[in-house]
């Protein structure tokens, strides 16, 4: 996964200088927001010079997914207040991905710390290097900032083999996305996180009274 987010911050150290900004922010960027989609949305925002309110709102819809993550990620293994800290921090997609699946149930606190902190050096290094490289690339290169949205369907359909005996939550999401794109297209991901969090209330609700009528 590490060595997979190399090429990915090549493409998001390129985007940076391609939108006319030096190459120093992909460093600044990656070390201290370490935020992956939300960085290449930040991009943008900061090209245009949108206002701080504006980024903080974008900010807020692109990463409440993690408010999910906090459910089953597993800080409770992470020992020390400075550690839980920067474990808290750099709780990414990738981070939350593998280290909630079924072989990483008897891992430490501390491997799971030292990966988070080897996968946020890649993303660093492999941004920097796409940084100082962007002018070597044409602007007629497209398709770099596509990048994240490839490995997070990776990351899907290793999650989908990992919990093949849960096969209606990833439909459930599907769904919801689908219905969020119909429906509210200029809000579609607040939309599809809404819609999903219906959906797993009502099917808990749902297999719960179905329990206690057995």
Not at 58 to 87: D, Q
Not at 164 to 181: E, I, K, Q
């Amino acid at each position: 996964m590490g060595l997979g987010l190399v090429p990915l911050g090549v493409a998001f150290g390129v985007v940076v200088t391609q939108s006319g900004l030096a190459w120093w922010w992909a460093s600044a960027f990656t070390a201290l927001i370490y935020a992956g989609s939300f960085e290449f949305v930040l991009v943008g925002l900061v090209a245009a010079v949108a206002p701080l309110g504006t980024i903080a709102l974008t900010a807020f819809l692109v990463n409440i997914r993690h408010v999910f993550y906090t459910l089953s990620f597993p800080l409770h293994r992470v020992n020390g207040r400075l550690a839980k800290t920067y474990s808290t921090f750099a709780l990414t997609d990738e981070a939350y991905a593998l280290t909630t699946g079924e072989h990483a149930r008897s891992w430490s606190g501390r491997r799971i710390l030292w990966l988070q902190l080897f996968m946020h050096l890649y993303w660093v290094v492999g941004a920097t290097a796409g940084g100082l490289l962007g002018s070597l690339i044409p602007d007629s290169v497209t398709g770099l900032d596509f990048a994240l949205t490839a490995l997070f369907t990776v990351l899907a359909l290793d999650a989908i083999r990992d919990r093949h005996d849960d096969l209606p939550t990833p439909v459930l999401a599907l769904l919801s996305a689908l219905a969020a794109r119909l429906l509210f297209p200029a809000e579609m991901l607040p939309a599809a996180f809404a819609f999903f969090t219906v959906g797993l209330l009502a099917r808990h609700l749902t297999a719960r009274t179905r329990t206690s009528h057995a």
